[in-house]
């Protein structure tokens, strides 16, 4: 309901009343703001005392290496683009350069995404109680564990900049027909202020802002993880679409939009070329096609397609199967023409958004569950506009709200009653510290000034974090794709180069198992496999997961 809108009481409200609807539907608002940010708050809580898994022990492990003063990608080798290094520097320079202070950072990440898809939500369908609801579904998705695997991902990262833009995207796009329907309903008087909507009168007197950090979002979410492309498109076109704006204000809106995408742009190049390292980055995206390319080469299209849809239909679509309903219902409301009329073509441009998620989740050709983070923002976007087009249905039938709620919550009771029971389990835990573990332990013993550490495969590269150590080559950790022939070098010359970097430098400790040197000789390292078994020795004081300490037998005893 509208406060503006007349009542049968009365011909037209009193300001008095006017103005004591709009504080109360912005209290509500805080109100249900302050609640969702306590939720996303806790929602490490059921992870905090888990050490690194294997992708956020790499990342945080390169963020330890270039704060020490190495170069990206010279001397410091990853594949990812440099945004993940950025967000995990704050961290790790502010705080006590452990995985706890990541996961108080993700923290901050967790409530900035689940405000930006309230906000978001409420903005598009003028309804503050849809939009908490769906948010909440939002959370119970994102942060489930089989997505969500350990954290400090770029997935989770993208995501977060990804809905920041998209709120942003929709506040310069919406925001002005927003204003307009609450002065047509509500003319302002000497005594009657503009009435205030979640879009902001502020916000939209700064159209062409909203439209360049929008922009600006989308970009940082494309140097987290290149994929993110893919989510840029749709919000692209949504901003260029016609509003009854002039053509000129379109084309500024869009323009603004492509400068704030082009502002990291520009940054990132200035780093890459002050640091003499752009020809090693266009080698990494060189590299990263290549991973493309060689992951599970010769499968059909379709068979791609039909793996990728079974994976995101167990992890996401089942995880609630009222969201899915209604996911499925948003699909359908985009042959609703009256409803794609009334919210300005947004069913079409979430619709679009996840398909083109989806999309972007083939491109590496693996299967792995936080891959599919990218995909949670668009899937809840059109679940977004299957509730609004129930909504609209009812108040067409004359359905009361307080009884169309309570179905709501039978069904959501009825068919979501285990995984609503684990989602509220998981926010009930306290939160933790995680520890380090005995090999960490045994290597901060030992270490002495100027000692480095080799961890060999990726699995091992948290313990660089945890001892404190540095690595001797650029290549910190390894994995079978890192020997891929790219534009700068072959696979032959990268052995070579991690070969004659380990043996001219060599570590006082170096982690390894016997699956793994299996793994190093299958990779054609049977070389550095045979130096290590000759030139160290192994210490039995700590093991965990087969991995022993390798110490140097030159290594001068305490």
């Known amino acids: 309901m509208n406060p503006c809108i007349p009542t049968e009481d009365s011909a037209s409200p009193s300001p008095g009343r006017i103005i004591q609807h709009r504080l109360w539907f912005l209290a509500m608002g805080a109100v249900l703001a302050v609640i969702l940010s306590g939720m996303a708050w806790r929602s490490l809580n059921f992870f905090s005392y888990h050490r690194f898994y294997t992708d956020s022990g790499v990342f945080a492990a390169v963020t330890q290496h270039l704060l020490a003063g190495k170069t990206l990608y010279r001397e410091v080798w990853d594949h990812k683009p440099p945004m993940i290094y950025v967000i995990d520097s704050l961290p790790l320079a502010l705080g006590d350069a452990s995985v706890n202070a990541i996961r108080y950072s993700e923290r901050f990440y967790a409530v900035a995404g689940i405000l930006a898809i309230f906000f978001s939500l409420w903005l598009a369908f003028q309804n503050p109680w849809l939009a908490f609801v769906i948010a909440t579904g939002f959370h119970l998705h994102f942060y489930d564990p089989e997505i969500f695997q350990g954290g400090n991902l770029t997935e989770e990262y993208g995501a977060v900049f990804v809905l920041i833009g998209i709120f942003l995207a929709l506040a310069a796009r919406l925001g002005s027909s927003v204003l307009s329907r609450f002065k047509e309903e509500c003319p302002p008087t000497e005594s009657i202020p503009l009435p205030v909507s979640p879009a902001g009168v502020r916000l939209i007197s700064r159209e062409r802002w909203c439209s360049f950090f929008s922009g600006f979002f989308f970009s940082l979410a494309v140097f987290t993880k290149e994929p993110f492309l893919l989510s840029v498109l749709p919000w692209m076109v949504f901003l260029a679409l016609p509003d009854g704006q002039a053509w000129k204000s379109v084309l500024c809106r869009v323009l603004d939009f492509i400068l704030g995408f082009a502002f990291p742009v520009v940054v990132f190049f200035a780093y890459f070329i002050w640091n003499g390292i752009l020809w090693d980055w266009l080698d990494v995206l060189t590299y990263n096609v290549q991973y493309s390319l060689h992951s599970r080469p010769g499968i059909p299209l379709l068979e791609r397609v039909n793996t990728h849809f079974g994976v995101i239909a167990n992890s996401i679509l089942r995880q609630s199967w009222t969201f899915l309903l209604l996911f499925l219902i948003g699909l359908a409301g985009c042959a609703y023409l009256p409803l794609v009329k009334k919210y300005q073509g947004l069913p079409w441009v979430c619709a679009a958004a996840f398909f083109l998620d989806f999309s972007a989740t083939m491109i590496s050709g693996y ?112 994995f079978e794709h890192h020997f891929l022939d790219t534009w700068l070098s072959t696979g032959r010359e990268k052995r070579e180069i991690l070969y004659r970097e380990l043996t001219s430098r060599p570590p006082a400790f170096i982690l390894l198992s016997d699956k793994q040197a299996d793994r190093m000789r299958r990779m054609g390292l049977k070389p550095l496999v045979d130096w290590i078994a000759s030139d160290y020795q192994k210490s039995w004081e700590a093991v965990e997961q087969e991995v022993l300490i390798y110490i140097r037998k030159e290594y001068p005893a305490p």
Do not use: M
Not at 389 to 399: E, P
Not at 443 to 470: I, M
């Open 367 to 478: 299967e792995i569950g936080h891959y599919y983070l990218q995909v949670v923002p668009s899937y809840i976007l059109v679940t977004g506009v299957g509730s609004a087009l129930v909504l609209d249905q009812a108040r067409r039938f004359r359905f009361p709200a307080r009884r169309l709620l309570a179905v709501f919550l039978l069904v959501l009771l009825g068919l979501d009653f285990v995984p609503l029971r684990n989602y509220f389990n998981r926010l009930s835990l306290p939160g933790g510290r995680a520890g380090i573990g005995a090999l960490s332990q045994t290597l901060r013993e030992k270490a002495r000034p100027g000692d480095t550490l080799w961890c060999g495969l990726g699995d091992n590269a948290k313990y660089y974090v945890e001892s404190g150590l540095f690595s001797p080559t650029r290549y910190l950790y390894i």
